[in-house]
């Protein structure tokens, strides 16, 4: 049986595909549209996974929705009537809008699945999951457990915003939930948006952010903002927020308390700023760790999967590992929305279809190599009709020069195999670089993905040496787990050094692999698996071999504002348009000098800011 999987309309808009719930496919929508974000109808992704399938769309056994339009549409309804009269503008302006996208949404879906074959009956193979079941689905079939708890924690879906679902075998049960206005990942973006951030875009900037600040707000949320039981359980004081009845996240009274205006996008940042994600950040590290244990407690299991935008939290799910709660945890690495496609597909897999579970001891997601890849002839094919210089090499070779690039401290564009599904590159669509470098940091985020200076960088570690370098030893695949730079890495901060504040701390090297250190000693870890990237771990054991070192600094494929790369022809112009020395797509390997200096792009401003 074929499951196509779909997300769209809010944003992250993905495919998937299963075959008898085997994953085949999946993709973002962003990746071929090179729109960030993209929320429209799926089309290109869509048309991916069927290649990838090799099947016709009229093929597709059924057509699986990752929530559902009406009760959505309900929820805004009856939020407005809730707040009314306040509100009634952006309301008014709104209701066409969402009278066409959620009410009649599922017309919206057969329309567009007839555009991919006109004779099917779609009508007959469309069904709908609810959006955190979409999740909870995502988090547990795909996981190396026969049985745990699932917490799914995001902005909102139909009404949830936190939920507990308990999974065993091919079974799948919700347990409860909190329900809109309250919700965890609202606040976090209230604080997005307040700081200066894109709200669904910056959250993981105020994440990288809180490490410079001091917590010194924590008070003022808990008294004000957000009232916390100690199951975990919360509610939100509505008086703070405007984003159920307004256009912004927060209002007047929010600005009261911390003492002005929100910060205006792309302007200086400032302590307050860094003591404002440092503050929220703990607040919600807190919330977590109360529920899973309250969950834990509850139920007696010792396995917990996680799912929704808030999992995607590194910093949280790592303090949530080492507190013990639970033994084990799983995280799905595509958590947010475009998640909820895969997951749509597996929950009428297992609960609609009532098809048999086979466990995976170590996950099914193939490493989250899921997306296109490209052979030589084809890869040739696409550099040579954009005008590029390369080298084909053997597989030996490739991975000599890529390794001497490195050790040569140059930053090199990685394009091997898959294309990732999620929000993170795990060495299929990377940047790679030195982490030993104490000039690193700044370079990458300056000269090649040209965004703000504060922000970290992750490290890929070879398995097998991870707990000889970090306080872990786990896997962590799918690079959704921090944890400190291990003791005996650490270089010791002087007095002076200490008494730095903010962004002077910055540029203090903090241990022999500087570039991947955060200001707090921390690092959000990407564990190489020979068995799910035979590449990557080859091309990291060389760099190995030749400076001792079994870490690399690996940063998404992008600039600030473009989607990763997907194509060969994208990594080309991210390496013409950025100061990226050295490029290997497959087997072909660039180097900056030998290229035509008129295909020079200004990547700088070729994209909106995020």
């Known amino acids: 049986m074929r499951i196509l999987g779909i997300s769209a309309y809010y944003h992250d808009a993905a495919a998937a595909i299963l075959e008898d719930g085997n994953i085949v496919a999946a993709a973002q929508e962003e990746r071929f549209t090179r729109k960030k974000h993209d929320s429209e109808f799926p089309v290109n992704a869509i048309r991916y996974c069927l290649e990838e399938a090799g099947c016709a769309p009229g093929d597709v056994d059924l057509v699986a929705f990752y ?15 809730a707040f009314a009269p306040m509100g009634y503008v952006s309301f008014a302006k709104g209701l066409p809008v969402w009278i066409k996208e959620k009410l009649f949404q599922k017309d919206m879906l ?20 609810e959006h955190h079941l979409s999740h909870a689905a995502s988090a547990f079939f795909p996981s190396p457990f026969e049985k745990a708890a699932v917490l799914t924690m995001d902005g909102v879906g139909e009404w949830a915003t936190t939920s507990l679902a308990i999974g065993d075998g091919n079974e799948l049960r919700m347990e409860r939930e909190i329900h809109f206005p309250h919700s965890l990942g609202l606040l976090y973006s209230a604080f997005t948006y307040y700081t ?50 307004g256009l912004t996240m927060t209002n007047k009274h929010f600005d009261e308390v911390f003492g002005g205006p929100a910060r205006k996008p792309e302007s200086p940042l400032t ?63 595509a958590a947010g929305d475009a998640g909820g496609a895969l997951g ?45 210089k390369f080298e084909v090499m053997s597989d030996d070779e490739i991975i000599e020069a890529a390794a001497q690039a490195l050790a040569d401290e140059k930053a090199l564009g990685w394009h091997q195999g898959r294309m990732e599904f999620g929000p993170r ?19 990458l985020n300056l000269k090649v993905k040209y965004r703000e200076s504060f922000r970290p960088f992750a490290p890929s570690v070879l398995r097998e040496d991870v707990a000889e ?15 400190d730079v291990a003791e005996s890495k650490r ?56 400076t001792g070192c079994p870490v690399v600094v690996n940063t998404s494929f992008n600039v600030r504002g473009e989607p990763i790369v997907s194509t060969p022809e994208d990594a080309f112009h991210c390496f013409m348009g950025t100061e990226i020395e050295c490029l290997a797509v497959g087997n072909c390997f660039l180097r900056k000098e030998d290229q035509d200096p008129s295909l020079t792009l200004d990547y700088k401003n070729e994209f909106d800011l995020d």
């Open 67 to 81: 929530d559902k339009p009406f009760p959505k549409f309900e929820r805004i309804l009856e939020t407005y009537l």
């Open 110 to 129: 057969i329309k567009e699945l007839k555009k991919l074959d006109k004779n099917a009956d779609w009508n007959a193979k469309l069904r709908f999951s």
């Open 196 to 245: 200066g951030f894109r709200v669904n875009s910056g959250e993981y900037k105020v994440m990288g952010l809180a490490p410079y600040g001091e917590p010194k707000y924590v008070d003022l949320i808990t008294k004000h903002l957000i009232d916390v039981k100690e199951d975990g359980s919360f509610r939100l004081n509505m008086r703070y927020f405007n984003y159920a009845t």
């Open 271 to 333: 302590q307050r700023e860094m003591d404002l994600a440092a503050s929220v950040q703990v607040v919600t590290e807190e919330i977590v760790i109360k529920l899973a244990r309250n969950i834990a407690k509850e139920t007696g299991l010792k396995n917990l999967c996680l799912a929704g935008g808030v999992a995607l939290n590194c910093v949280a799910n790592g303090k949530l590992l080492r507190d013990g709660a639970f033994e084990n945890i799983w995280i799905q690495p």
């Open 344 to 388: 749509a597909a597996l929950a009428v897999h297992y609960l609609q279809a009532g098809a048999p579970r086979t466990v995976n001891p170590l996950d099914s997601m193939k490493g989250s190599y899921l997306g296109p890849e490209y052979d030589l002839e084809d890869t040739k094919r696409r550099l040579t009709a954009v005008g590029a």
């Open 425 to 443: 590159a795990l060495g299929g669509r990377s940047i790679v670089a030195d982490p030993r470098s104490t000039t690193m940091q700044r370079t």
């Open 469 to 483: 370098w970090f306080d872990h030893d786990r896997d962590s695949p799918y690079m959704l787990l921090v944890a």
């Open 491 to 546: 270089i010791p901060m002087t007095a002076e050094q200490d008494a730095l504040f903010g962004i002077e701390k910055l540029n203090v090297p903090r241990s022999e692999i500087p570039a991947i250190t955060h200001v707090d000693y921390s690092a959000r870890i990407q564990t190489v698996h020979q068995h799910t990237n035979p590449r990557y771990h080859a091309l990291i054991s060389r760099f190995k071999e030749k």
